[in-house]
């Protein structure tokens, strides 16, 4: 069943609706098309909501015998700063030793295409026949592959080691995206105490329905069902503030 039947059916709504069958969507381009900035911006939204309500969580356990949210509102912007800058700082560093490590690999072909063009061209053969191709079909493809440097580099990056020089992703984006994503999630579980709940109920309600949704759009990346995927996060979400919340109140109550 489609997202649109299952809503359509639990609201009650007689299911006329007839679902428009899935346009046939040819898919050629499975790398990332986002220049890499939506994943460091789903996981690290996911993050800051995760962590930040946790840490609220505990606050508000630690201190709920205090009538104030003073401590619950400074620990929760504490986290989102601390937290957006720690995700931004170990994206960065993990995109750019990929992107260095994939570039060094480059280097090196780019190297022994320049130092031993024919040898090189003479492999490209073999692995397109490996690959299935005719010799002569093969050999032609390296010759024109050969024609050019760059190309050539690009030919082999790609078959040899499967990375595409042109397309490396950059630390920045993802340093940023994962930095404004962290900060956008880990609001979330304050926002409401800015506005005067003086409840983590709230706090906690409207996170999860975010950890839903977000849960949800991961799964249009992979083969489960949306409401498994939101589900889990919400499942994951429960526990994680549910533990800090009890660990806050046992150190509450002992300090
Ligand atoms: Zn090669």
Same mark, same amino acid.
């Given at each position: 069943m489609r997202p649109a039947t299952i809503v359509a059916t639990v609201a009650g709504v007689t299911s006329d609706i007839q679902p428009e069958p899935d346009p046939v969507v040819i898919d050629h381009e499975h790398e990332d098309l986002t220049g890499g900035w939506l994943r460091p911006s789903v996981f690290g939204a996911m993050d800051g909501l995760v962590s930040n309500a946790a840490l609220v969580a505990g606050v508000a356990g630690g201190t709920r015998h205090i009538e104030d949210t003073? +401590?619950?509102i400074l620990a929760g912007i504490? $986290?989102?700063a601390a937290g957006a800058f720690s995700m931004a700082v170990g994206e960065y560093v993990s995109v750019a030793s990929e992107s260095e490590s994939a570039q060094r690999e480059v280097d090196k072909e780019r190297a022994e295409i320049l130092a031993h063009p024919e040898e090189e061209r003479a492999e490209l053969v073999e692995i397109l026949?490996?690959?299935g191709l005719a010799q002569?079909? +093969?050999e032609d493809v390296a010759r024109q592959v050969h024609q050019d440097v760059e190309t050539a580099v690009t030919v082999h990056a790609q078959i040899e080691f499967g990375v595409d020089p042109d397309g490396l992703a950059s630390p920045k984006v993802a340093a940023v995206s994962s930095f404004l994503a962290?900060? +956008?999630g880990a609001s979330v579980p304050v926002v409401p105490y800015l506005f005067g709940a003086e409840t983590l109920t709230i706090s906690i309600v409207v996170t999860l329905m975010v950890l839903? +949704?977000?849960g949800a759009v991961v799964t249009r990346v992979t083969s489960r069902p949306w409401w498994y995927g $939101? $589900?889990?996060q919400v499942l994951l979400g429960c526990i994680a503030f549910a533990a800090t919340y009890g660990i806050g109140m046992l150190v509450g109550a002992s300090v």
């Open positions: 003073t +401590a619950v504490a $986290g989102l026949v490996d690959k002569s079909t +093969a962290f900060t +956008a839903f +949704a977000l $939101g $589900g889990r």
